[in-house]
């Protein structure tokens, strides 16, 4: 295999196809790049692509020792390997052949307390260190992702230069990378993002139960409406793609694909992570949650066939109700609900991001996170736009819903929104995700919830004390024994 005639620039470890993507994308960059992988066929894979899209300057080794010493000092190696344990696997055979001042990047879907770790144990032998969150799939790693680097900022200076051309490229935006912060920062809003992502997903797929479950509206049709809907507020890169596979026919038989996929859908524990750090940080997030149950409930199908035929058979059938339609008023319904849902999904993240930034000190820029997300990632969006403008408006924001243009929005879409939810329910179509967004809403924009029930009812069973609203102080009743007294 033909070695450098000088040292590379960086290296990359890892050549799965995200692996081989992005190695591909940073030397069609300019920068010189050695790769090395376990499994040598797929050094020799990439480096036979490097040759097949631009003889780029991709370099291959089979042995970690001499992938370490093809490249220039101080070396900057960037991983793409499963996370957990592989991880730590990798960082061992590379760090033998390293020196102090060395850095290794990290580019997986980490946990961030696994990089915080790491940085730690690197620092002490000298090392530098970051988690870098990759987002954009297999097509943004080969022509620009969004990356989230977090970590040693000394170690993203290091890189700087390559991170800054490798990222998708927004006009008038600038490239979809920053430094996000200290520790776990880049993977935690990595994970974060991938929340978000997972909400959003639900929430198109709700608009797709409803559209074609009681709308009744054909493939054809689903794909013209979300073309429609990606010209205007919508536009993002989820609702593109969903137009795209209403329009692909099945090549193993007749009819279109998408109804031809089993309804049951995976996941890699991004998502879960999310919802439990919004539980840990007591940060509300049902949007993100139920889109989490959902999978859940997908994953049960063997179990729902079965519960579908019980109910069937004492005449309850999966639609309750069979009623006609004004199509193109239906249709409009459902793209105001996807968008009021959407903002309310996008607003936890935020507040999740923010909070986990207080208890950390990592002081993470809102709006600087909705900027690299314009473009290359999964959940780029136009919209992404307006809510960095918010943040800049005000970077104390306590929600994206009471910034003027987005509680306008809101209220301008909330009786479309009503409408939709209350449809699916009276139809027998589950909206998780905008069910609990509209709940969600309602709940944050109430001044009196019927909270003061419930921690009554904590104090009478549990002696754990209430607030007053009309005087300071912690409070505990005998509701038992005035309650006895009562009855008697």
Known sequence: MAAPTKQTRIGLAGLAVMGQNL????????????VYNRTTSKVDETVERAKQEGDLSVFG????????NSIQKPRVVIMLVKAGAPVDQTIRTLSAYLEKGDCIIDGGNEWYENTERRE??????????????????????RNGPSLMPGGSFEAYKNIEDILLKVAAQVPDSGPCVTYIGKGGSGNFVKMVHNGIEYGDMQLIAEAYDVLKSVGKLSNEELRAVFSEWNKGELLSFLIEITADIFGIKDDKGDGYLVDKVLDKTGM??????????????????????SSLDSRFLSGLKEERVEASKVFKSIGFGELLTDQALDKEKL???????????KICS???????????????GWDLKLGELARIWKGGCIIRAVFLDRIKKAYDRNHDLANLLVDPEFAKEIIDRQSAWRRVVCLAINS???????????????????????ANLVQAQRDYFGAHTYERTDMEGSFHTEWFKTAKQLKN
Not at 331 to 341: F, G, N, P, T
Not at 429 to 440: E, V
């Open 346 to 360: 996008y607003a936890q993240g935020m507040n999740l991001i923010r909070a986990k930034s207080i208890e950390k």
């Open 268 to 289: 890699k524990g991004t998502g879960k992570w999310t919802v439990q750090q919004a539980a840990d940080l007591s940060v509300a997030a049902p949007t993100i949650a």
């Open 428 to 450: 027998g179509i589950s909206t998780p995700g905008m069910s609990t967004s509209l709940a969600y809403f309602d709940s944050y924009r109430r001044e009196r919830l019927p």
């Open 61 to 68: 080794f089979h042995d970690p020792e001499s992938f370490i």
């Open 23 to 34: 190695a591909l994308n940073i030397a069609e960059k300019g920068f010189s790049i050695s």
């Open 331 to 341: 249709i409009d319904d459902v793209r105001q609900a996807l968008y009021a849902s």
């Open 120 to 141: 730690k144990a690197m620092a002490e032998l000298g090392f530098l260190y970051l988690g870098m969150g990759v987002s954009g799939g297999e097509e943004g790693a």
